[in-house]
């Protein structure tokens, strides 16, 4: 960025800093690393941990759970097909009971053991939980399942040899360090690993002002899905501000943006609720980007694709706007072309504009997740890892043992 000035005061220097050769020190090492801490990356590591795998997920926020968590957008969405067929199993399905535990919300009644398909197509198996709980609730298990975490910690550099990643480079509160690996699973949300590592990505300019927030009133508890609008596509509308979030100075911009937008929304629950006091309670933390930048692999699922069959499908899922669709999830979908041993989850999934919208979604990040986690620990028992040579059936056979769904209702 270009260095401004007053025309009253000298610039400060060159547009760049030369920094001086360094030795990095490695802080560890692990079969997987997960890069992220979301519903997609809290997937992968408990997934790539019960296949056996050392993991360590590295996490730039202080807490798991992501959007799901700190950016209050808190309701799980539908993990089934609005037909009243269930299409998501494995950690979608567990993380879903688990995010309710507490008993803030419970399973629609269609859902429990009796109820029947006619039942449950008019009602979608969705529930709205407590995201302090659930916040807690994912550590716990995260712990249970052997999973190292590093948080306050950002990836910030790559180190490939010989068409592998060997280390991700970190900044944390012990400066700049570096964790071996065997294989890696990109959970940013940004695809920030696949960035540093030269993968092909794809970029989005249209996340308008968002900002999920909770705030009391007469003793009720609220929450307000505040953003700005987009259309059933998820496509924004009007005149922006728009942003894409894959640049610092916007990921500033789109946190004030929203939170001006709170404060508005905020004097006008003061104004209707009045004699009534409104107290905020909860506001996000994070920026509420939808989507930003994905991985552009060789193969891109599209809207066309809802309702065929992939022989390397891992897992499915339905569209969370409308009852009918189902995608099949193909390994494709998930791998680097390069590095080898780079695999991605979540929102920045190899999925073009026209379903990224639907791959963003909590649940689908969870399928994701637990994929491309599986899928790295398997990879890693190999003496050169490469996502690229390993079997689909393997990694389909392991998923389903755990739970997850991989063949279209009936």
């Known amino acids: 960025m270009k260095q401004k000035t007053s025309p009253h005061r ?23 690393l997960v890069a992220g801490g979301g519903i997609a990356g809290v997937a992968a590591a408990i997934a790539a941990a019960r296949a056996g795998a050392r993991v360590v997920l590295l996490e730039k926020e202080s807490a798991p759970g992501g959007l799901a968590t700190l950016g209050l957008i808190a309701v799980y969405l539908p ?14 399905e567990h993380l879903l009971r688990r995010s309710i535990a507490d008993g803030f919300s419970s399973i629609p009644p269609p859902w429990t053991a009796d109820g029947s398909i006619e ?43 010989r068409g592998r990643l060997t280390a991700l480079m970190v900044e944390d509160k012990s400066g700049r360090r570096a ?6 699973v990109d959970a940013t949300g940004d695809a920030d690993v696949c960035a540093l590592a030269g993968a092909p990505t794809a970029r989005a300019a249209g996340n308008v002002p968002c900002g999920w927030f909770q705030y009391m009133v007469g003793g009720e508890l609220r929450l307000v899905k505040n953003s700005a609008p987009y259309d059933p596509e998820g496509r924004p509308v009007g005149d922006g501000p728009f942003y894409a979030g894959d640049r610092a100075e ?18 006008d629950l003061a104004v209707q609720h009045a004699p009534q006091k409104v107290f905020a309670i909860g506001v996000p933390t994070i920026a509420a980007f939808r989507m930003t930048r994905r991985l552009r692999a060789p193969f891109q699922l599209n809207a066309r694709h809802a309702g ?37 989850a979540g929102r920045c999934i190899s999925a073009d504009r026209t379903l990224w919208d639907v791959t963003r979604a909590i649940p689908v990040c969870a399928v994701s997740g637990e994929a491309a986690g599986a899928a790295a620990a398997l990879a890693a028992r190999s003496a050169h890892p490469d996502f690229h040579r390993l079997s689909p059936e393997l990694v389909r056979t392991h998923l389903s043992a755990h739970g997850a769904i991989l063949r279209p209702p009936a």
């Open 10 to 32: 000298p610039p400060l220097g060159a547009d760049s800093i030369p920094e001086p050769p360094r030795r990095t020190v490695v802080a560890g090492e692990a079969d997987v």
């Open 79 to 92: 993990i089934c097909d609005g037909q009243g067929r269930q299409v998501m199993g494995g950690l979608a």
């Open 119 to 161: 039942e449950r197509s008019r009602q979608r198996f969705s529930v709205q939980f407590n995201p302090a709980f659930f916040l807690l609730e994912m550590e716990r298990l995260l712990v249970a399942h052997g999973v190292a975490l590093s948080y306050d910690t950002r990836v910030c550099g790559v180190r490939i040899e």
């Open 179 to 184: 964790w071996r690996c065997r294989a890696v």
């Open 250 to 267: 916007e990921v500033t911009a789109h946190l004030l943006a929203s939170r001006e937008r709170i404060r508005r929304q905020l004097a």
């Open 308 to 344: 065929r069959v992939f022989p390397d499908a891992v897992g499915l899922f339905g569209d969370w706007r409308r009852a009918g669709p189902v995608w099949g999830l193909p390994l494709r979908a998930l791998l680097a072309p390069s590095p080898s041993n780079l695999a991605v």
